[in-house]
């Protein structure tokens, strides 16, 4: 029943334009090129008869001769608990050498948005072990997170430790544009780490072609969809978002779109929108949580990709010099876990040690300024060089109570609880016991430590 | 209006959410008018934007996967029009009026496309109180009876789109009716009998305009932000944007409007943003306490919610949807606020619709009749004298999100020629937690001038006077600090550090506002007043101080009394005794001079 067209009349771009009537819009085409090469495509426009196709694989050598043969149904993707350990391309076809999803049922992939009045207010934590985050910018379930990062950063190694820690049910890989030693790095931890046999992984390496770029943060979200309303909690893992702003762009170029900013689309925000928004705590099902990872060309937060993932996500991380940033990161969800599901202390020192880490930055300008160095001071870069070593440090893994207790042994090991600003109840029960036996002392002691020192 | 009714077409062309169609049957077309394309028995919704000879281009307010060349399309005859009946109130609607609460009975998790369901129930029958009598003459709008929606009296009225004066036949007694039964009977100047019913639509991007006349805003509207109320404040009636980079508290601000603002009626319209933002009003405003009615704050509220991953053609029509419901409201004489977050999404969405009829594009790709159909939304609110006498106000506060937070891109730019207060974020104010994080340097009002005589009156006779002479403190206050960056506290005199220690106080005590505590989330004018002359006078005293540090230390100690103070009830006894201690410092300070 399905026509085969051996004529394209206009090649521009990945775009093919070919004259076949009937044809419906988002229609998915099969094209054998005349050497025997083949690659799906999409309907992207339609004049009357002519129809525009996006060639997954890329127009690159395609013959006018080709032959085209529309498939009737959209893009799907297979879906099966089978799919729990492989690896997939952009084209939703494997590519580790096993054996392709033949049986499994299809789905639709970037389906409907889901009614904003079957949504429930997030509420679950999900440790990450890494104190940057669970202490200071915790995750929340459901919630959409970008990583804001620069090339160079070790954002794709961060991004695999999440997924090897968080205990999620289901975690799903989107490489868009990966290196291929990106992707083998993944791969590598996820088997060392033993949390293969609950990964599912789209890859795209920046060898592939441009358009199946697109198609990766569909796939995934489409399967981790599916996923989540079987009541799993999915963590969605994207790298690089940028990579895909730039796939839209080179598109809607071809496709004479006139650009808005920096050459990209218009609907740059509605594209990054449709996908983030993906992420979701389904009422009495499962949930998607979404971390990704948003390069910034020139390390510049107002770039269209960061500027309109900003509005769009619930927060970001910076990951900066190879540290995640404590002032620029934001979690907009956290209040919604701190101190309701994990311990009474945590805000208070999460804001205690951010206060005191802006102070002891502040007591270092001034010493680099050449002031000279009060005995304050001294205390402060001491606590500095702890906070960076036992909390920034990327290497540092360890559960949130942990983190925790030894943010208030570090505090304890630099000040007196009256230079602390945390509530008296709270003090009473968490202030290190071994550090002062009474305020009194503890000052006392302070005094002597820097008399000594000075 | 309707002679159209028959025309038909069928889909020649698809891109994106455009779809053109050739008119094969009947000749008429109107600009914006509804049509429905008729996807294999799914008919989606789609206005006509472009018309050019037989060929029609219609935005399709749904995902257009699936359409095929050759697909019938049925045209209406009737533009995009909102359901306006008793039930509006306690809503939640997408861009289209399609009420989500229903929907998500029949539909799941997901919005399936083609799905549309009338906006209120029609056949909930409502008690019906008639007021106008036989033989009174009527003009669009004017009252004929009313029911009882919530805590309000919902008015019926005669039809806005009537012409000229009618004349009321008869009026059903008081009784228990559905929506669509006829309640009144007028006759028109032509001899025309005109059944009314509880039940009208109004086409979207048309104005109700069944008023006498538009009346110049003099009166504040409280929204219980001080920042807002004493430096910049809104008029009833007035229009302002709030814009700002992401993360500036736009969202918190706006929620924080939406809950406290002393208004009738609050309309959220969350137009392309996250449905997360949503859904804590969705559980939150059930729950939450309306101070002015006693109901719950959900019962006086209509939310539209279009998110950013829904359809974006919908979203264009969502602003419209939240702004005629404003209107209509406005017609029964209550105080409308319309909360429109974000107007930057609904100029993309009409960038992106500009971009696929191959308009020339302006800045930014924008196209160029971005200006004016900006003016044209924000023009819609106002206040209005109606046909009895009464009146009624639409108030519209707008977000904008700026590209790169920078407010020089053309969607704040067109929005700043058009409104009354600009309440600028800065991300400098909110890196340092200074919330709420309207910039008191960059933001203007100008309906602090216009509302002079009413401000001077009600609130205090130098009332305009001490804000602006507060606010040219707190511009001398930022000198003196850029100035101390340079070259250090040594370097200003006692006299300098003094302004800017007091345009601290002002900043820290009163213009910011916490809004996650219970009493300082939201100041009541009244305590505003109170709390504002008291620190004014703090502002305007005289001090003379030996050192330094004898001024920070006496300013730290005032500045933490007005701090704590923002935390106690106005009627707690230790408010009274702040107040005191505040009064005493004053003395003492005044008395070193």
Not at chain 2, 491 to 510: Q, R
Request: charged residues 25%; hydrophobic residues 40%.
């Amino acid at each position: 029943m399905f026509k085969t067209y051996a004529r394209i009349t206009n090649i521009i771009g990945d775009i093919a334009e070919l004259d076949a009537p009937g044809v419906a819009y988002g229609e998915l085409a099969h094209i054998v090129n005349t050497n025997g090469e083949s690659s799906l495509a999409q309907v992207i426009r339609i004049d009357r008869d002519k129809i525009s196709l996006q060639v997954f694989a890329g127009a690159k050598g395609l013959s006018t001769h080709s032959k085209v043969r529309f498939l009737g149904h959209p893009m799907e993707v297979p879906f099966a608990d089978a799919m729990l350990g492989r690896i997939f391309n952009g084209s939703g076809l494997p590519i580790d050498g096993k054996p392709p999803m033949d049986d499994a049922p299809e789905v639709e992939i970037a389906g409907p948005s889901v009614n904003p009045v079957m949504r429930v207010i997030p509420q679950n934590f999900i440790e990450t072990r890494i104190p940057m985050i669970d202490v200071f910018n915790p995750l929340v379930e459901s919630q959409k997170l970008p990583i804001f990062s620069s090339a160079g950063e070790p954002y794709n190694e961060l991004l695999a430790r999440v997924g090897l820690q968080a205990h999620a049910d289901v975690i799903i890989l989107g490489g868009i544009g990966l290196k291929f030693d990106e992707y083998i790095l993944f791969r590598k931890s996820f088997e060392e780490g033993g949390v293969m046999d609950r990964t599912v992984m789209f890859v795209h390496t920046a060898a592939d072609p441009v358009v199946e770029r697109l198609l990766v943060p569909d796939l995934a979200l489409a399967v981790a969809e599916r996923f989540g309303i079987e009541g799993k909690r999915v963590l969605v893992l994207l790298t690089d978002m940028t990579a895909f702003a730039d796939a839209l762009k080179e598109i809607s170029v071809a496709m004479e779109q006139v650009p808005s900013n920096l050459g990209y689309p218009g609907s740059l925000y509605s594209d990054l929108a449709s996908r983030y928004e993906k992420a979701v705590d389904f009422e009495g099902a499962g949930s998607i949580t979404i971390l990704a990872v948003t390069t910034m060309p020139g390390n510049d937060v107002t770039h269209p990709v960061p500027d309109n993932t900003g509005y769009i996500t619930e927060g970001q991380y910076y990951l900066n010099n190879g540290v995640i940033h404590p002032f620029g990161s934001l979690s907009r969800l956290k209040q919604l876990v701190i101190g309701k599901v994990t311990r009474e202390d945590h805000g208070a020192v999460m804001n205690a040690m951010i206060r005191l880490y802006a102070k002891a930055l502040e007591s270092k300008k001034k010493i680099s300024m050449g002031f000279e160095k009060t005995e304050t001071d001294e205390r402060y870069l001491k606590y500095a060089d702890l906070f960076e070593a036992r909390f920034m440090d990327l290497r540092v893994d360890t559960p949130l109570n942990d983190a925790l207790d030894r943010g208030w042994q570090t505090m304890a090991e630099c000040f007196s609880r009256r230079e602390v600003g945390i509530k008296k109840d709270l003090l009473e029960t968490y202030w290190p016991k071994s550090a002062d036996s009474s305020d009194e002392a503890a000052d006392d002691d302070e005094e002597g430590k820097a008399n000594a020192a000075g | 209006m309707t002679q159209a009714g028959n025309t038909i077409g069928k889909v020649v062309g698809i891109n994106g959410n455009l779809v053109s169609v050739e008119v094969t049957q009947g000749a008429d077309v109107l600009q914006n008018e509804v049509a429905y394309v008729d996807l294999e028995g799914i008919k989606l919704k789609s206005e006509v934007i472009k018309v050019q000879d037989r060929i029609c281009h219609l935005q399709v307010f749904e995902d257009t996967r699936g359409i095929r060349v050759g697909m019938p399309v049925e045209f209406t005859g009737e533009m995009l029009v909102v359901e306006l009946a008793p039930g509006v109130l306690n809503n939640i609607y997408d861009g289209l009026q399609n009420p989500l609460k229903e929907l998500d009975n029949k539909n799941g998790f997901f919005l399936k496309r083609g799905q549309y369901l009338p906006a209120i129930s029609l056949k909930k029958k409502w008690r019906f109180h008639p007021t106008a009598k036989p033989g009174e003459v009527v003009r669009a709008g004017s009252w004929l009876g009313w029911v009882p929606e919530q805590h309000f009296k919902h008015r019926i009225m005669a039809p806005f789109g009537m012409l000229g004066t009618a004349t009321v036949e008869s009026v059903v007694p008081e009784g228990d009716y559905e929506v669509r039964d006829t309640v009144a009977v007028l006759t028109d100047d032509q001899g025309h009998k005109i059944n009314v019913t509880m039940y009208q639509t109004w086409p979207v991007k048309k104005a109700i305009k069944a008023y006498k006349q538009r009346l110049y805003p003099e009166e504040q509207l409280v929204t219980a932000c001080r920042i807002i109320d004493t430096m910049f404040p809104v008029g009833r009636g007035g229009v302002a944007c709030i814009p700002g980079p992401f993360g500036a508290g736009k969202t918190v601000l706006q929620h924080l409007l939406s809950k406290f603002a002393q208004v009738d009626i609050v309309i959220v319209v969350a137009c392309g943003e996250r449905a997360g933002e949503v859904v804590e009003l969705i559980y939150e405003f059930p729950e939450m306490d309306d101070p002015k009615t006693g109901g719950k704050l959900m019962e006086r509220t209509i939310i539209i919610c279009n998110t950013s991953s829904m359809p974006v053609a919908a979203r264009d029509a969502s602003i419209y949807t939240g702004v005629t419901l404003g209107e209509y409201y406005r017609q029964m004489g209550y105080d409308v606020l319309v909360l429109a977050d974000s107007t930057s999404r609904w100029a993309q969405a009409m960038r992106e619709m500009s971009g696929r009829l191959e308009e020339i594009p302006g800045e930014e790709a924008f196209p160029a009749y971005l200006e004016s159909r900006v003016a044209n939304i924000y023009e819609r609110a106002g206040l209005v004298e109606l046909q009895n006498g009464d009146n009624g106000a639409v108030t519209l506060i707008g977000t904008v999100s700026p590209a790169g937070g920078n407010f020089e891109e053309p969607v704040t730019q067109a929005t700043l020629k058009v409104v009354g207060a600009f309440l600028g974020l800065s991300r400098s104010r909110s890196d340092q937690r200074r919330f709420p994080a309207i910039d008191p340097l960059d933001s203007w009002s100008l309906y602090l001038d216009q509302l002079k005589d009413s401000l001077d009156r009600d609130l205090d006779p130098h009332w305009v006077e001490m804000v602006t002479h507060a606010s040219s403190t707190l511009r001398r206050s930022s000198e003196v600090s850029k100035m101390m960056t340079v070259v250090g506290e040594e370097g200003i005199s006692i006299g300098d550090l003094v302004t800017y220690l007091k345009g601290e106080m002002l900043d820290m005590a009163y213009l910011q506002q916490n809004a996650f505590d219970d009493v300082d989330a939201a100041t009541p004018m009244k305590r505003q007043v109170r709390d504002f002359k008291l620190l004014y006078e703090a502002m305007s005293a005289d001090f003379d101080f030996e050192t330094k540090l004898q001024a920070r230390q006496f300013f730290a100690e005032l500045q933490d009394a007005f701090y704590q103070k923002n935390y106690v009830a106005e009627d707690s006894e230790d408010y009274r005794k702040y107040e005191e201690q505040i009064r005493k410092m004053l003395q003492e300070g005044a008395s070193r001079v």
